[in-house]
């Protein structure tokens, strides 16, 4: 699985956490939150972003994004449940990777494409609980803005 950075291009996943290390090394003292959104664009296939943001807090932030495909994607449900596992997929790995470099006490956080208002709202109880089930803190909109803003601008 490859990651791209808008500015160092196609990455490794070690590379690309490599980046993350040094980005949080040059400022060790700052607060930050690593963020995993996953995001879905239906066209002839169902094109799936998922996006990785290291965020200094009221410093600025990077992040990296990949992309998937699908033929067909049966329900809204499924789809919601999908964007969700692949979040967890990566936010699942980027957690061992830094349990095994002693840096466990960055969390990371996964933002779902789900929020209060429209047809996701009956979805929300589900997927977060199924975030949360797996020892990761939640977010919904309009809080998910890795979802929602980062991952949704490479769906297009």
Same mark, same amino acid.
């Given at each position: ?27 060790? $003292?700052?607060?930050? %939150? *690593?963020? +995993?959104?996953?995001?879905?664009? !239906? ?8 996006? =990785? ?47 095994? $470099?002693?840096?466990? %006490? *960055?969390? +990371?956080?996964?933002?779902?494409? !789900? ?8 979805? =929300? ?32």
């Amino acid at each position: 699985m490859n990651f791209i950075s808008p500015t160092k291009g196609a990455l490794s996943f070690d590379r690309m956490f490599r980046d993350i290390m040094a980005y949080v090394n040059d400022d060790p $003292n700052a607060t930050y %939150k *690593l963020i +995993v959104g996953t995001d879905s664009q !239906v066209r002839d296939t169902v094109h799936f972003v998922t996006a =990785i943001i290291i965020h200094r807090c009221g410093k600025g932030a990077r992040y990296f994004y990949t992309r998937s495909e699908q033929d067909f994607v049966a329900s809204l449900r499924q789809k919601i449940y999908y964007e969700a596992s692949l979040s967890l997929g990566v936010g699942s790995r980027l957690a061992e990777r830094l349990a095994q $470099n002693g840096c466990a %006490k *960055l969390d +990371v956080e996964i933002h779902l494409d !789900v929020g209060l208002h429209g047809e996701t709202r009956e979805l =929300i109880r589900e997927v977060v609980g199924m975030i949360v089930g797996s020892g990761f803190d939640a977010k919904i909109k309009p809080d998910s803005y890795g979802a929602s803003k980062v991952a949704d601008k490479h769906t297009k």
